[in-house]
Nanobody, 120 residues
Framework: QVQLVESGGGLVQPGGSLRLSCVAS????????MAWYRQAPGKQRESVAT???????TYTDSVKGRFAISRDNAKNTVYLQMNSLKPEDTAVYYC??????????????WGQGTQVTVSL
């Protein structure tokens, strides 16, 4: 099977930075798009940033200019560099990936989530 494991969340003051990582492991043939989502208390899960296999990126408007998504294909890892963090960025952050397994079946996989809290 395939697993995604996030790390790097925590408590940070407004204006601070965090870097999230997500490693995919298991029976992987190919990883296509990778993405970060977030869900704040009482709100729906939203897409934050996406990176394609060709490294094209998209961002939700609220994080443009502050967050940067990147990937290391050799390590099956996606990163989210978050700068100038605001209290409204507080949420559980999830990584997701579109993965073709060694059985050549494509599925979407999700990590378990990592908490990011921006507060004094």
């Amino acid at each position: 099977q395939v697993q995604l494991v996030e790390s790097g969340g925590g408590l940070v003051q407004p204006g601070g930075s965090l870097r999230l990582s997500c490693v995919a492991s298991g029976r992987i043939f190919r990883i296509d798009a990778m993405a970060w989502y977030r869900q704040a208390p009482g709100k729906q899960r939203e897409s934050v940033a996406t990176v394609t296999s060709g490294r094209s990126t998209t961002y939700t408007d609220s994080v443009k200019g502050r967050f940067a998504i990147s990937r290391d294909n050799a390590k099956n890892t996606v990163y989210l560099q978050m700068n100038s963090l605001k209290p409204e960025d507080t949420a559980v952050y999830y990584c997701a990936a579109d993965i073709v397994g060694t059985d050549y079946v494509r599925n979407d996989y999700w990590g378990q989530g990592t908490q990011v809290t921006v507060s004094l």
